[in-house]
């Protein structure tokens, strides 16, 4: 389910509420908000899709570059009109700018290790997700900005192999020139390691980068490291029958 949250954080973290549709939010806002609104009952595979063909992709042509972290278990791929950049951050294990300065297009993967619910089975995998990394989660990941305004959250998503939140937010750097930027916000937890990805622009150039940035997040993909079968492919232990093979194909006794 959607939230449109329309809260305003303050740099000690208190949260005051405002309108929850602001008329901030109808302009710059109002496509991708729409889409997401449109698409969350089908999954957010349907949504990166179905919004990627909203826009008119500019880079559609472009060769592509693929990255595999090996450190970080994920791979992705970008056009090749963008290039990497440092990190700023410990947690960040790639960040990537698009061309040109004044648009300040930038999107990173960050990754942290989160062992905390490695104990449960796979199948409470959405549950989890909800209770980790949804609403309450934003509100401390936006603490690092100055005037950090969170506009909508959802936990109907998907990145790489796990199930994903959703935010759009804006807010100020509060490194490097000040800048006032909207952003689409992806966090995932995936076996031992959460995969938070942003992308940002310049607020006024945010929707001319919108593509680029739903075509990046779809390329995303985990290092598989969960056998999502309750026995993987070894002989099912929760049966209770015990089955001998003979030499032959009609040789066999159940027990």
């Known amino acids: 389910m959607g939230i449109n949250m329309g809260f305003l954080m303050n740099r000690n973290q208190r949260l005051i509420r405002r309108s929850c549709y602001p008329e901030r939010s109808r302009g710059i806002w109002s496509i991708a908000t729409r889409s997401l609104h449109a698409l969350r009952l089908v999954g957010m595979t349907g949504l990166v899709v179905s919004a990627v ?10 060769e592509v570059f693929v990255v595999d972290h090996e450190v970080g278990r994920f791979s992705l791929s970008y056009p090749d009109s963008w290039r990497r950049i440092h990190n700023q951050n410990p947690s960040d294990m790639l960040t990537i700018a698009g061309p040109g300065q004044d648009d300040y297009a930038t999107c990173r993967m960050r990754v942290k290790d989160d062992k905390r619910f490695v104990i449960y089975p796979v199948r409470y995998s959405e549950e989890i997700q909800k209770i980790g990394y949804s609403k309450d989660f934003w509100f401390g990941y936006m603490g690092e900005y100055d005037d950090p305004y969170i506009d909508y959250v959802t936990d109907n998503g998907s990145m790489g192999r796990g199930f994903a939140s959703y935010a759009e937010a804006s807010y100020t750097t509060a490194v490097g020139p000040k800048v006032e930027k909207r952003a689409l916000m992806f966090a995932s937890l995936y076996n031992d390691k959460a995969y938070i990805f942003e992308c940002s622009a310049e607020a006024s150039t945010y929707l001319k980068w919108a593509p680029d ?29 015990l089955i001998i093979n003979g030499a032959r194909d009609i040789d066999v006794s159940v027990h």
Do not use: P
């Not at 739903?214 to 029958?241: A, C, N, P």
């Open 53 to 62: 063909l909203s826009f008119s992709i500019s880079s559609a042509s472009a």
């Open 213 to 241: 940035f739903l075509s990046i997040v779809k390329s995303v993909d985990f290092k598989k490291s969960i056998q999502e079968m309750k026995t993987g492919h070894y002989r099912d232990f929760l049966d209770e029958r």
